[in-house]
């Protein structure tokens, strides 16, 4: 019974497809500029004329793209992908079942990409806040006073960028929840 649940090896073919998409999604969405056309058709495709793996390239790669830019979940890549096969000159069934494969398996890690790739400034990476009473000051009527204190952290692609904490009385907070509300 194990032997029926286990799902035989892909056809030959599709080894080098796989790796053409990990190649296009390296170059495209993980910023690797080493990995060229000719790269990829030397160690995937030596065989194919320039021309034919150019065409080969630009349709996973406008395949790739637009399954990556609509974000699609595995329902409407199925419905993508079916299309696909049905249309002239579109994908063979093998084919698809590669894409839908790679795709389940990269989903998160390109959109990941996108999503930093889209970032300008730097982002809220962590915030943390509490509420601390004052047991010390100069002014013995701000013994005993909530204080909030507001810890961020803030950066861009991954990379911490700033850090910073800031506290503030009850009185300014009263009126910047007033103002919100």
């Not at 056309?37 to 793996?53: H, I, K």
């Not at 809220?124 to 047991?135: I, Q």
């Not at 692609?157 to 009385?169: T, V």
Request: charged share 20%.
């Amino acid at each position: 019974m194990a032997a029926a649940e286990q799902q035989p090896p892909p056809p030959e073919g599709c080894r080098p497809l796989s790796a053409l998409l990990g190649g296009i999604a390296q170059a495209a969405y993980y910023g690797k500029a080493g990995i060229t056309e000719e790269l990829l058709r030397g160690q995937l495709y030596p065989e194919a004329a320039p021309e034919e793996f150019r065409a080969l390239r630009a349709k996973m790669g406008g395949l790739l793209q637009s399954i990556a830019s609509a974000d699609m979940d595995l329902n409407q890549l199925e419905a993508f992908l079916t299309a696909q096969t049905k249309k002239q000159g579109g994908i063979t069934s093998d084919q698809a079942a590669v894409i839908a494969k790679f795709w389940k398996n990269h989903r998160i890690k390109i959109r990941e990409s996108l999503i930093n790739q889209s970032r300008w400034d730097n982002v809220l990476k962590n915030m943390n806040w509490r509420v601390d009473m004052k047991s010390q000051s100069r002014h013995i009527d701000q013994i005993n006073t909530p204080v909030a204190i507001v810890e961020m952290e803030l950066g861009k692609n991954g990379q911490l960028q700033s850090w910073g904490c800031c506290s503030e009385n009850s009185g300014l907070f009263e009126g910047v929840l007033y103002e919100g509300v």
